[in-house]
C-alpha cells in the first residue's frame, strides 16, 4: 500500500511539472514572421513643419515593412511620419516581451514607444495616437513613463531640484501623475540602454492596476494605480491595445511576445 502512494504522489508531481512547464512556454508571437496582417496601422501628424514634405509622401507600405536582417525576417518601421502599429485586440494581466534595435535613419530624433493600456480611436492623442500610457523607447530615455491625455498612475518618485522632474525612487512616496496631477512623465531609476546598434530587450508586466518597465533585465520604473482621469474621479485602467510608435528614427523590431501571467513575478520588485 505504501509503495501504491508513493507511485500515486509521484505521478502527481510529474503532472504538476508539466502543467508548470507547460505554462512557462504559453508565449504569443505577435509578430508572425512574415508580414504584418495580424496589426492595424495608422499614419497620422508630421514630425514638424520641416518635414511635411515627408508626411505627405508617406504610406502605410513605406514606413511599415518586413525586411530581412542577418539571414531573419523583422519588422521596420522608418519613422519618417508619425504613425502606430497596433493590436487589434486587448491585453489584460500580461508579460509581453519586444526586442528592437535603431537602424541608420534619423529625421527628427531615435524617439518612439511601446504603448500600452492603450483605448478609443487612432488620432486622439497628438493627432496619432490612441490614449495610453507609454513605456518609453527614446534613445537615453528607454523606461520612462509618459501618461497621454487622460491617463493617469501613481510612482513612488523623488523630484529632481536642479531639472524640475521626477525620477522613480523606489521607497520613496507615491506620488499621483498625469494632467491634474505632477505632470505626465515620470523618468526611469537607472539608464539600461544598450549602445546604438545593439538590440535592446523590453519587458512589460501589466497586473491589475500595476505596470513594471524592465530594460535589458533591470527593473526601471513601477507604476501603480493606472487609471483614467474623467470628471474629477480616476477610473481603474487595467488592460488596452498594444501600439507602437513611428515617431523620428528607423525602428527595427527582431520579437513581440506575450504571455498571460496570474501575479507579478517577485524578482522584478524592488
Known amino acids: ?51 511635411d514634405s515627408l508626411a505627405q509622401a508617406a504610406t502605410i507600405e513605406k514606413v511599415y515593412s518586413v525586411v530581412e536582417m542577418d539571414g531573419e525576417n523583422v519588422i521596420r518601421i522608418s519613422g519618417e511620419i508619425n504613425g502606430s502599429l497596433a493590436t487589434p485586440e486587448s491585453f489584460e494581466n500580461y508579460h509581453l516581451r519586444m526586442e528592437f534595435r535603431w537602424g541608420d535613419k534619423v529625421y527628427s530624433r531615435r524617439n518612439s514607444g511601446l504603448l500600452y493600456h492603450s483605448f478609443g480611436d487612432f488620432g486622439a492623442a497628438f493627432g496619432t495616437w490612441m490614449p495610453n500610457i507609454e513605456f518609453q523607447m527614446m534613445h537615453q530615455n528607454l523606461g520612462d513613463t509618459y501618461l497621454m491625455l487622460n491617463t493617469t498612475c501613481e510612482t513612488e518618485a523623488i523630484r529632481n531640484e536642479e531639472t524640475g522632474q521626477f525620477v522613480y525612487t523606489p521607497g520613496a512616496e507615491s506620488l499621483s501623475f498625469g494632467e491634474y496631477a505632477n505632470g505626465r512623465m515620470i523618468r526611469k531609476g537607472s539608464d539600461q540602454e544598450k549602445p546604438l546598434g545593439e538590440w535592446n530587450t523590453i519587458d512589460l508586466y ?24 474623467e470628471n474629477g ?38
Open 1 to 51: 500500500m505504501k509503495n501504491y502512494f508513493l507511485i500515486v504522489l509521484a505521478a502527481i508531481l510529474i503532472i504538476l511539472m508539466g502543467n508548470s512547464c507547460e505554462r512557462e512556454q504559453e508565449w504569443r508571437s505577435l509578430f508572425n514572421g512574415q508580414d504584418l496582417s495580424n496589426w492595424d496601422m495608422f499614419l497620422g501628424s508630421s514630425l514638424g513643419p520641416d518635414f
Open 206 to 229: 501589466i497586473f491589475g492596476r500595476t505596470a513594471v518597465h524592465v530594460v535589458n533585465g533591470h527593473t526601471v520604473m513601477v507604476n501603480t494605480n493606472t487609471g483614467v482621469y
Open 233 to 270: 474621479v480616476v477610473n481603474p485602467l487595467v488592460s488596452g491595445k498594444i501600439q507602437i510608435q513611428s515617431e523620428g528614427a528607423e525602428l527595427f523590431i527582431k520579437s513581440i511576445d506575450v504571455k498571460p501571467i496570474s501575479s507579478l513575478p517577485a524578482d522584478i520588485l524592488p
